[in-house]
């Protein structure tokens, strides 16, 4: 897929039958870091301040105050007044009084990429990962992957295992994302068919609600998916710089 990152006007509107992807290049930002350090209110300051290596430090910083700087698109307020409250399992929320228009969101983050899911009323989880060689592939499959899956994994060469691995990884992460659980939610139990089309065929906890799976690479060496709850939505990409 031929993806064409747009780069946004001042303000952007979002309708239900609307998923916008956005990315950012971290590095790129960071030359920018101390303007993007003033967007984090107190809370997220001694967050970044705690992160006991820098770059972990930096790639904190960088990606929410770029998620200020997005969900400030859409909601007509500047980055420094957007506030969010924390579910149970640390997922991010806008508080109510400034969200009017029911803007649901997820970040990840990977090495210098971030990737940023918005919708507007349903819920969404992303996550991206930096390929790189994963030789414990097959017994991480086995520790936190179906049975099935791990069947799977285990038949194929060290290069399709790794790139399998990424896959099943993403795409699990993301749609726990979505639901607000997080891995804890057990990655075992969302299984895909990566076999085309690319699906999710078992879901915990979805209340009936089928969500659909998208991955795309926002940059080279990177894998991102998407879980966004079903409905007939089309994609658009956003990049910031
Ligand atoms: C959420 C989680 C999957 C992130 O994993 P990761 O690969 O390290 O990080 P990613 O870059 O993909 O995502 C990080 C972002 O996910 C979001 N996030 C955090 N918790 C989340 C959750 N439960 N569900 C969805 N999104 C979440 C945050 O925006 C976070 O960004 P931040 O840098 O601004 O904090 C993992 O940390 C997790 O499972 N957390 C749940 C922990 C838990 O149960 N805590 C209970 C006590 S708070």
Redesign the pocket.
Same mark, same amino acid.
């Given at each position: 897929m031929n993806i064409i990152w747009k780069s946004p006007s001042k303000h952007l509107t979002i309708n239900p039958q609307e998923v916008h992807i956005w990315k950012t290049n971290l590095e790129q930002l960071s030359i920018d870091f101390q303007n993007s350090f003033n967007l984090l209110n107190e809370e997220?300051k001694i #967050?970044a301040q705690r992160f006991h290596f820098e770059k972990h430090q930096k !790639?904190?910083t960088l990606? !929410?105050s770029s998620?200020k700087k997005i969900l400030s698109f859409y909601l007509s307020i500047s980055p420094q007044d957007i506030k969010f409250q924390? *579910? $149970?399992? /640390?997922?991010?929320k806008i508080i109510d009084k400034i969200n009017l228009i029911n803007l649901q969101f997820? &970040? *990840?983050? *990977?090495e210098d990429i971030?990737i940023y899911g918005v919708t507007c009323d349903y819920f969404i /989880? &992303? $996550?991206?990962?930096y390929i790189r060689p994963m030789p414990e592939a097959e017994n991480l499959a086995k520790r936190f992957f179906s049975q099935k899956e791990y069947q799977q994994i285990r038949g194929l060469s060290s290069e399709e295992k790794n790139r399998e691995f990424f896959k099943l990884w993403t795409g699990k992460?993301a749609y726990? #994302?979505?639901?607000? #659980? /997080?891995? /804890?939610?057990g990655l075992e139990k969302v299984e895909i068919s990566t076999h085309k089309p690319i699906k999710f065929i078992n879901l915990p906890e979805c209340n009936n609600i089928n969500y659909n799976l998208l991955y795309l690479t926002p940059h080279d060496n990177y894998l991102a998916a998407i879980a966004v709850e079903e409905n007939e939505q089309t994609y658009h990409y956003w990049q910031l710089n």
């Open positions: 997220e #967050k !790639r904190f990606a !929410r998620l924390y *579910s $149970d399992y /640390g997922k991010p997820n &970040v *990840s983050h *990977s971030a /989880g &992303v $996550d991206v990962e992460e726990l #994302k979505a639901i607000g #659980k /997080g891995i /804890g939610g």
